[in-house]
Each structure stands twice: as C-alpha cells, then as structure tokens.
C-alpha cells in the first residue's frame, strides 16, 4: 500500500515534461531542424566561467574532505555572509548571516517556508498566472491552496479579488516576480499596495500575512526594469532565491531562505523553516557549490542571448497579431489563444511540431506559455508556423 496522495502526484504526468519527451521522439520521426519545442525553461546560456574556473580552483586547492563534507544545516557562515553583504550592497537591506538559510534552490525553499506556516486551517494563496508546482508543495504540506484570479489587462495583480479572498486564515500570500509564465515585473507601486493592504489586514486578523517572494529570475530582467527588493517596501517578506536560472545552474541545487529581522517573530520563523527542511531531509545544501556562491555571487548573468529572442519573438507575433504580456523579465512569454483557448491552441500547434505549453496549470485556461531559452535559428524558423496558426483561427 501506498500514500494515495503521493502515488496520483508521482504517476500523473507533468504536461511540461510530457510536450517536451514528445518534441524528443518527434526529433527522430521528423528531424530535429523541423521541431520547434518551447515548452522547458532550461536556461540556454552557460554559467559564466568564473563558476567553472571556481569549482576547478576550489577542488584542487582546497582540501577534498572539507570540499565534499557535511557542512553546517544552515550553510557555511562565509557563504551567507557573502551573500548577506551582496544583497545589502544591492539593495540597502539590513540582512544578516544568521537571516539566511541555504538549500537546494527555490523549490526546497519553498517547501520549508510552506510547512513552516501551515498552522491548523492556513490556507496560502498564489497569485495567478503561477508556477503550477505551488499547489502540490502547499497541498502536500498542510496548506489550503487558492489561486488568485490574474490581472490579464497588466498581469500585475488583481487587488479587488485578492481583498476579496482574504480571511484570518490566510497565512501567506505567494509572490513571483519576474513571473513564471507572464514574464512580468511586479512595479513598486504593486508591490507597495499590496504590502499596504496586507499590513491592514494583518492588524484586523491579529496575526501576519507573510509574503513568500519567489525570486528565482530575480536578475533576468530587461532594457533596464528594476525589481524591487520586497522586503524594503513589506515588512513580512520571506524570499526564497535560487542560482538555478541568474547563474545557469538548475542541476546543481543550490540557493536560499531569506528571513529578514523586520519579519514578526522572526527568529520563530527562521527556526520553523530549519525544522521543516530537516523533516524534509533538505539539509546541508552542496558544499561545493556554496563554496562556489561565496566567489560568485556578484557575477551578473549575460543576457545578451535571452534578450536577442525575447525582442525577436515580441516584435514579430504582436505584428502577427498575438497578445501578450509585455515580457520584461525572465524568459517566458504568456500569450493569449487567438481561439481562446491555450489548450485547443496548443494541440493545433502540436500538429505542427511546435511546443507549446497551455495555460491551465498556471491559472490562465485561455493563454499559452513560450519559453525562450532556446535556439535563436529555430525562432526564426518557426514563425511561419506562428503566422499559420493565426490564420486558422481568423
Ligand atoms: N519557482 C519558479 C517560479 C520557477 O519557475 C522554478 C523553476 O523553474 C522554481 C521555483 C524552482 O526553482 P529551483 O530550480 O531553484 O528549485
């Protein structure tokens, strides 16, 4: 006998995946110059070589034991220190070592903080469109899961809809911005209202909204967008930050949890995500790599590549016709099905070899996701497909 809940999430297949195994057989039947697959969001640019020049460095002068030990639960103290002293250079934040808690990127991060609220009844809500993985790892760890219809006029935020959904169990709120899938930077001013409104909710219930900011694309932004540094503009932020996609390194595991000091009960908190992420086993994120973060962490991402495809496929299926989200960060495009419908859409598209995924999972039925870490060459092929199927639904 199995945990029911388990077994129907590992047996159902991610719709990702699926598209992207499909485009993987598809590549031997048709060729692979005549699959267009936008469905994984695999960074395509490599990790800048001061990481790899770093992980040979470390690896022959430091001593192997130390290099490939357990290391502090809470991760090296000259690692968050490192970062600590980054992100107040960055952003004028007062973070200390001791606010930080190192892990195995975003997702584990989440999963702690999650399981480290889920006091009786929470319920933690997401704003849609949203990273679907969300629902399972609250669903999983004690929490009610709502999503919070999107803003499709701006993908910002929809604040008649989030006050509406607010009530004293409501335990966090789940931010993720730049957006995974609309490509959208949440403004200071969306971000200052909604900070407002949760100060004077919080005060009406008598106990915090945490904010969870989910900031693993952080530094992909564009054309000069700034991101804000949440916990500056509300007080109850909890970041959860990963390398996996600002230094190209999603197989290597590593990032963090930020608990600022400003956060109520803040060292409760940071002692709730340690106990959740030891009964998660999420401890003792790669020694190596942290040692890596320690020389790295003020490298920017070259962006020049995203960048390029981002403005190409803008520029080219607006004229087309196509609406969107305007994409100022990561490297998704969230587009809305000229038939109205993402899943329709994307089965006619996959008629045509081209991959792309359909909104449902992130909260949009009616839109499609693009991810554009991909081959610039295979954009520039897959356009006439793009320009056919506009045609098919006119
Ligand atoms: N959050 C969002 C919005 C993501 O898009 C992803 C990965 O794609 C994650 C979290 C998980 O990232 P990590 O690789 O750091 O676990």
Redesign the pocket.
Known sequence: MVNSSMYALGAARSCIRELFEYGLRQQAVVGRENVFDYSL?NPSIPAPPAVNDSIVDIVRTEDTLQVHGYTPATGYPGVRQAVADDLNRRFDAHIRPENLFFC???????ISVIRALAVENAQILAIAPY?P?YKPFVEANGCRFRAVPADTAHFQIDFAALEAMLNPQVQAIIV?SP??PSGTVYTAQTLKKLGVLLEKKGLEYGHPIYLIA?E??RELVYGGVTVPFIPNLYANTIV?Y?W??SLSL?GE?I?YVCVPDQVQDSQEVFAAVAGAARVCGHVCPPSLLQRVIAQCVQYPPDLAAYDKNRTLLYTELTRMGYSMAKPDGAFYLFIKAPNGDGDKFSQLAKQENLLLVPGRDFGCPEYFRICYCVDHDMIIRSLPLFQKLIAQCQ
């Open positions: 969001g195995c990127g975003a997702a584990p991060g989440l990273f993985e993720n957006n995974n989910d693993p694309y959860c990963s996996s996609k999603p595991r990032g």
